[in-house]
């Protein structure tokens, strides 16, 4: 197919396919901050509804597990029955389940709800990743579509802790699940209006076994790093819940090489450019989730910041990344991804390891901000080269299960990192705590180690994006 027929059957698809880029980016936005917008908001929740702290800790996996899980599914439910009708049906079931969990009057039901989220979002969130790739075909338009992706999505990260704190100080915790009706409204309404249906669809027998195994192995791998930030690594729970990840991460390989129709085919990852892109998204997520998730802590606990400030001093991290999303397609363009994509790294590891030398008492100014410029600017190039090298060369019919992967890959890599770091991190000011130093640089020292894992985390990414094809730049 020529460029002008691609661009053309593009055109089709959508008219103004820059501004449906702008309400599938929306939905993804919303997956990605309520992953973590409910963090300020559980105190306050597990007061007015009775949770404990074990209870509590329920609310997060409850969205992490079954979205974490069922993403490749969902990728592959796309493919099968249009991209568009599973991402509205996705972006519906999340509305719903988030007025729910605004309702909720009993941990049994916020729980109930939080799960349905979870569900949704990976039904949508590859259908929307799929969308982009159909809508923007040509390597320039898709590279830029990326950028405000990129940006937008990860500002749903940093932005969780700032909204977190501002709704749920003014309008009480259950607007931290409202937030989200109006605006996944909006993207119900406009899609179909912005995209044509899928012209076709993938037909045939549905993989059941492949399913249930992929879904199983990821749960259980999910399951496994969630309970290690609980209980520990050396816990039976943690251990056997691994265990299980890798048995049926085998038996899932055996029933996909045998199915004539299977869910995952094997043969996608002779894409070097759709593996090496997972992986460098698995390392930058668990880089990117324990980052947000100390430095939020790190902010309250040891500077003293109220949760409001905390979030307000995130946004120069959040524009940085924002902007230098939208600068990274032109990088890409000049540069080639493999290069830019690890300088990105490598900038992201520079501003981490500055950020470990920040003491007890640091100063916003001139100890903290300069770091985590460094940082926006390095996730906020990285995730957009990551993610477009992962889609690179996918077929149509395989976008979906491209996009659950790429997804994927970032919620293990987030849950993988957390576990790793946060456990890293309370070794270190446990041990310190115990010889008598003082509960402030106790944490701050943890959280510097926290730190220099994650920028690890970020340098072994780039090292695996080394073995990224080379792709001649365009001058």
Sequence with gaps: MSTTEVAGSATVRSPRRWLALVFLALAQFLVVLDASIVNIALPVLGGNLHMDTAALAWVITAYVLPFGGLLLLGGRLADRYGHRRLFLVGTAGFVVASALAGFSITSGMLITARVMQGVSAALLAPAALALLTHLFTQSQERARALGVWGGVAGIGSAAGVLLGGVLTASLGWQSVFYVNVPIGIAVIVAVPLLVAPDASVQRGRLDVLGAAAVTSALVTAVGAFSAVEQVGFLHPLPLTLAAAAVILGIALVMIERRTAQPLIPLAVFRNRSLTVGNIVMLLVGAAMIALFFALSIYMQAVLGYSALIAGLTQLPLAAALVVFAGIAPAVITRFGEKSTLIAFLVVLAAGLVWLAFAPSDAAFMTQILGPTVLIGIGIGGAFVATTQLAVEGVEGGEAG?????????????????????????????????????????????????LFIGAAVFALAGAVAAGFAVTRPAER
Excluded: H, K, M, Y
């Design 401 to 449: 299960l491209a996009g659950g992967l790429v997804n994927t890959s970032q919620q293990i890599g987030g849950a993988l990192g957390l576990a790793v770091l946060s456990t890293l991190a309370a070794t270190r000011t446990s041990a310190l705590t115990d010889v008598g130093v003082a509960a402030p640089e106790a944490l701050t020292a943890g959280f510097s180690w």
